[in-house]
């Protein structure tokens, strides 16, 4: 993947922090242990996850202090998972618009990549995990048919690689014809 085959990744990584700060506004504090579709969290665990995630990648831009995107079994923060959701995607978004940033290469779990390329991956993620929300809270979990279809096109080359990381789990077949949020979600391990 190079960085001439992505989409403006600013761009993509806004529409999906909106899309998931809408989907945790739909979330009530009676749903905290509902199970999701990404079987070993529940939803708090899945909130958590998201907020941590922001940290990490956040601090893959600054190079600031490490956050553990997977360290899950913690209370949510005292200020609620909106507002932290939404603090952290403003870091996030805040680094990636520093003059020159999305081109600068940096040295990350995935390998050196510029910046522009890693924000796919929260863009992925966070995509992936809307989906996971609004399954677990009862709510409309129908993504964006544009950003699935590129988010499928980004990874599916990849898929087989990040498959031993545990970032997608086995591989879900899904009909031919099948829209590209089906698509994603079979790619990903999700049954859609």
């Given amino acids: 993947m190079t960085q001439q085959q992505i989409p403006n990744p600013i761009e ?4 999906v922090s909106q899309g998931f700060a809408q989907a945790i506004r739909g979330v ?6 509902n199970a999701t579709p990404c079987t070993e969290w529940n939803v708090q665990a899945l909130l958590n996850h998201n907020i941590n995630v922001a940290g990490t990648f956040h601090r893959l831009l600054t190079a600031g202090p490490q ?5 899950l079994s913690g209370p949510l923060p005292p200020e609620g998972p909106l507002a932290a959701f939404e603090a952290g995607a403003a ?11 999305l081109e600068e290469e940096l040295d990350t779990p995935f390998g050196r990549m510029p910046a522009g390329q890693l924000l796919m991956f929260p ?6 995990h809307r989906w996971d929300l609004t399954s677990g809270t009862t709510q409309t979990n129908t993504m964006d048919s544009g950003l699935a279809e590129v988010c499928f096109n980004i990874f599916e080359p990849m898929a087989d690689g990040l498959r031993p990381r545990g970032i ?15 698509k994603l979600l079979g790619l990903t391990g999700r049954n859609p």
Avoid: I, W
């Avoid at 956050?67 to 360290?71: D, P, T």
């Avoid at 863009?123 to 992936?128: G, N, P, R």
């Fill in 12 to 15: 993509l990584y806004e529409a």
């Fill in 28 to 33: 009530d504090a009676g749903q905290m242990s």
């Fill in 67 to 71: 956050v553990e995107a997977l360290e």
């Fill in 91 to 101: 870091r996030v978004l805040e680094a990636a618009k520093s003059p020159g940033k």
């Fill in 123 to 128: 863009f992925m993620d966070l995509l992936l």
């Fill in 168 to 182: 997608f789990g086995a591989a879900v077949t899904v009909p031919s014809g099948s829209n590209f949020q089906d």
